[in-house]
């Protein structure tokens, strides 16, 4: 498996986490609803470290458009993030 291959399927499981707390958002006391959201953050976490390690991290910013979406994607307005 490459590694797109895995990111894409770790989004389609972040976005299942996403749909499922907002259905069941109102059925759950406080300490479930904490409880919750700590793992989706923990996996939305490991998932973005893995993400910056091993796709962004190796992304040429001399490609057409990848310099934009790299500085879209950290939130670096700065012109030597991406030099």
């Known amino acids: 498996m490459n590694v797109l ?3 894409c399927g770790e989004h389609a499981v972040l976005r299942l986490m996403v749909d499922d707390l907002s259905r069941r958002i109102h059925e759950y006391d406080v300490q479930t609803l904490r409880a919750t ?11 973005a470290e893995i993400e910056d390690d091993l796709l962004f991290g190796r992304l040429s910013p001399s490609h ?6 790299l500085t879209a994607m ?10």
Do not use: P
């Open 5 to 7: 291959d895995a990111l």
């Open 37 to 47: 959201v700590r793992q989706f953050e923990a996996a939305l976490i490991s998932h």
């Open 64 to 69: 057409a458009g990848i310099a934009r979406s």
């Open 74 to 83: 950290t939130g670096n307005t700065s012109s030597s993030a991406i030099s």
